[in-house]
């Protein structure tokens, strides 16, 4: 049971570093559409939120560049969601790894 877990988890791996090269320009955040005057809904604007290297920032958007931003915003969030599913698959590899090493030892 422990080794087919152990194939799978290093196949699973294998796939997400093949996903992850396939990853092209990406940006974290999350785009807003304000308003200069909220109650009219007049004065659109888009802003970009996020934090990097514990410091947030805003910055304006120009309608042109909206549809890119949003490309690159779910691509940062796939890559963050492959990374974490990486991590959390090492975390388990390695424990099976120790304990059938335990095993191995016992016997």
């Known amino acids: 049971m422990e080794t087919k ?10 796939v997400i570093k093949k996903q992850l090269q396939a990853v092209d320009g990406m940006r974290p955040g999350s785009l807003t559409r304000q308003y200069q005057f909220p109650k009219q809904k007049k004065g659109a604007y888009y ?16 309608p042109a560049f909206v549809d890119q931003l949003q490309k690159e915003i779910v691509a940062f969030k796939n890559f963050k969601k492959l990374v974490d599913e990486w991590v959390e698959l090492a975390i388990e590899y390695s424990k099976l790894n120790v304990d059938a090493q335990k095993k191995k030892l016992a016997e």
């Open 5 to 14: 877990r152990l194939r799978y988890i290093e196949n699973r791996i294998r």
């Open 47 to 62: 802003q970009l939120s996020y934090t990097h290297k514990m410091k947030s920032r805003t910055e304006y958007v120009r």
